[in-house]
């Protein structure tokens, strides 16, 4: 603790005799300082016992003593000592009263001691204050240091609450708390979620102030990591500010938890590598290979129906497949998944347990860019397989990618291929490109039909339905079959292609078709 007037109060050395303000003599001590000023108040910076023998000061002017301890008080002086036996014998009773009326501390210091006296003992106060705060800083290093080695995080927040009588929590990339001291604070700490969010947004390292839910306590948030967007963040709450003994400690947790976020991504990027040779292996048709390569590591994933994302970012913003990628992670993480996640240039390929919560949670996210992107934008675009095996992998990567592709064409931000399986094709007409392609295979009909020399669009699309069949379409149309005939021979005359062929056939029906759908 820093000194106090209490404190000098009591030195033997010192003799101090407390005249006015005793119910505010445990207010700390900043430093003592003497001037003779009759207005020192444009030198101090508050906190500090002002020592005087009032050589310039009328003492016994109770206005001036009242204008004069305001003042004083105003600036945040703690405490007044004043010298008696130099130019007044006594205190006068103008500046006890003013003292009292005020509620600031006098001090009568008698002739005997000097003030050099007094602002040594404040001094060796302040500095054996200060040295007790590093020892005790260094005391808490040393057993955050043995607790992160021996218990981990868990164990490292726990010490950390202790010290600073408060609680601690640390949260992952997305934001969600992974660990919490004591068990008690981990709902409090969820509910600071947003404010964690908020301040991975900065650069690391970035720190910032908040109070904690219902104002019960003030919270410290402390970003982690040496890279451009923090991997952590550290919480701490207490019911006030710090002092000196817990900031070291707080700077010490910082510290330990920025080493194992860093050697934990150096070993996340190994995962990594690891992980993008199975995948390789997987989509060469060797899953038994992968399976020897993976270990524990991958090993469960691979003997479970999983499903494949494949997604790309835009050029917009590069951190969108990081996101993506931190959020699988994350809910698998929670949920005791196993995931595996590759970069791959531009796109990212995830591979997760079918009906987990890593697919459950990339989804909630793709939904929640789709709720919020705008009509321009070019962030993130995502393609889901359906469910596979390790034998059907690339079948299943096949299927993510043409979902991805259906998905950038549709401005999505996400298509699932079952559901694309499980549709009609006819919404897939009307993509802008098969659009152009049916009103120039019609064009030339529509052409003729303009001049009102018959209606052979109409017929082409009646003799299609019934499949050729003559005299059924010709009725649909209420003419002749023969006519219906030499409509259909003009038909292959304007186009120069046969009725006959089924490719043909196909690919005018599907234009018709997609020059009606709305």
Request: negative net charge; glycine residues 8%.
């Amino acid at each position: 603790m820093p000194p106090t007037l209490a404190s000098l109060v009591h030195h033997s050395a010192l003799k101090l005799t407390v005249r006015a303000g005793e119910d505010r003599l445990d207010a700390p001590v900043r430093w003592a300082h003497a001037s003779e000023l009759a207005d020192p108040v444009p030198y101090m910076e508050g906190g500090e016992l002002l020592l005087i023998t009032a050589l310039k000061l009328d003492a016994e002017d109770r206005e001036a003593m009242r204008r004069y301890v305001r003042r004083l008080a105003g600036a945040g002086v703690v405490g007044l000592g004043f010298a008696v036996g130099v130019h007044y014998e006594d205190i006068p009773d103008a500046l006890v009263d003013a003292a009292r009326e005020e509620g600031l501390p006098l001090l009568e210091v008698p002739r005997r001691t000097p003030f050099l006296a007094i602002s040594k003992a404040v001094s060796a106060a302040i500095a054996a204050d200060q040295y007790r705060a590093v020892t005790a800083g260094f005391a808490a290093q040393r057993e955050l240091t043995r607790q992160a080695l021996t218990e981990g995080p868990e164990g490292l927040l726990a010490a950390l609450a202790a010290q600073v009588d408060g609680w601690a929590a640390l949260y992952d990339a997305s934001g969600a708390v992974v660990a919490a001291a004591p068990e008690w604070a981990g709902r409090r700490a969820a509910r600071l979620t947003p404010d964690v969010t908020r301040l991975r947004e900065r650069s690391a390292p970035a720190s910032s102030v908040v109070a904690g839910p219902e104002n019960e306590d003030r919270v410290e948030l402390h970003s982690l990591g040496t890279g451009r967007r923090p991997r952590a963040a550290l919480a701490v709450g207490t019911a006030a500010a710090l002092g000196t003994a817990e900031r070291y400690a707080v700077h010490s947790a910082i510290a330990l938890l920025t080493l194992t976020t860093e050697r934990s991504r150096s070993l996340h990027a190994a995962e990594q590598r690891i992980g993008a040779a199975v995948l390789r292996m997987l989509l060469a048709g060797e899953p038994d290979h992968a399976r020897a390569v993976a270990g524990d590591l991958y090993g469960g994933l691979l003997d479970a129906p999983f499903r494949i994302i494949v997604a790309a970012g835009g050029e917009t913003n590069g951190d969108a497949l990081g996101t993506l990628a931190e959020v699988a992670e994350s809910a698998a993480a929670h949920s005791g998944e196993v995931v595996l996640a590759v970069p791959e240039g531009n796109r990212l390929v995830i591979l997760a347990c079918d009906g987990g919560a890593a697919v459950a949670a990339c989804c909630d996210h793709a939904a929640a860019r789709e709720a919020a992107r705008k009509a321009d934008d070019d962030e993130l675009v995502v393609g889901l397989s359906a469910p596979a095996g390790p034998i059907a992998a690339s079948a299943a990567y096949k299927q993510a990618e043409q979902a991805l592709s259906v998905a950038r064409r549709r401005g999505r931000v996400l298509v699932e291929h079952e559901h694309m399986a499980a549709g009609s094709v006819l919404p897939l007409l009307a993509d802008d490109a098969v659009r152009a392609f049916a009103d120039g295979l019609l064009r030339a009909l529509r052409e003729h039909d303009a001049t009102g020399r018959g209606d052979l669009v109409a017929s082409l699309r009646a003799w299609l339905s019934r499949h050729g069949q003559w005299d059924a379409a010709a009725a649909d149309l209420g003419v002749h079959r023969h006519t219906l005939r030499y409509r259909m021979r003009r038909v292959e005359e304007i186009l120069g292609r046969s009725l006959d062929d089924p490719d043909t056939r196909m690919e005018l029906w599907l234009s018709l078709k997609a020059t009606t759908t709305e």
